[in-house]
């Protein structure tokens, strides 16, 4: 039992570090969400950087997780592919509470991630929608319904 509690501790380690990153990654994608919507694209590029850093850093927690996880594993004898938070939570009964508490906290910080994360796909895919509305209407020709592939005014202004 002493084996398990050690590792129950560094697990609590992990996931509060887990939950530190977690709110790295909403600040960086709340600045890119920023830059996307100021349409400055220094700042995107700067923003997205940013987060692209964050984002390799989870391969680092990740594989620490699956080393905490492996090991609680063959101490009890499962699959580690068995175990998460909550199956952990449930197993080490009281000595859980602390790290119950932080699943919580996971939990709600990955959402607020997911839901940003979103938001930012969806200014992203707008303005990718708008420059290429743009884009056509300066390259093609209208009313011969052409499109962009086709070429355009410009293109063919030299020709």
């Known amino acids: 039992m002493n084996q398990v509690m050690t590792l129950l501790r560094q697990l609590e380690a992990h996931v509060q570090e887990e939950i530190g990153a977690q709110g790295r990654v909403l600040a960086a994608l709340e600045a890119q969400g920023e830059a996307l919507r100021s349409h400055e694209s220094a700042r995107i590029v700067e923003a997205t950087a940013a987060l692209d850093r964050e984002i390799l850093a989870q391969a680092r927690r990740a594989e620490r997780r699956t080393e905490l996880l492996t090991a609680l594993a063959n101490v009890w004898g499962v699959a580690p592919a068995t175990l998460t938070l909550g199956s952990i939570v449930q197993r080490v009964g009281d000595e859980g509470r602390r790290l119950a508490r ?41 009313g011969d319904g052409a499109t962009l592939t086709d070429g355009g005014a410009l293109i063919n202004a030299e020709g």
């Open 102 to 142: 932080q699943r919580e906290d996971l939990q709600h910080a990955a959402g607020s991630v997911a839901r940003q994360s979103q938001r930012n796909g969806l200014v992203a895919r707008l303005h990718q929608r708008v420059t290429s509305q743009v884009l056509q209407a300066v390259l093609v020709e209208s």
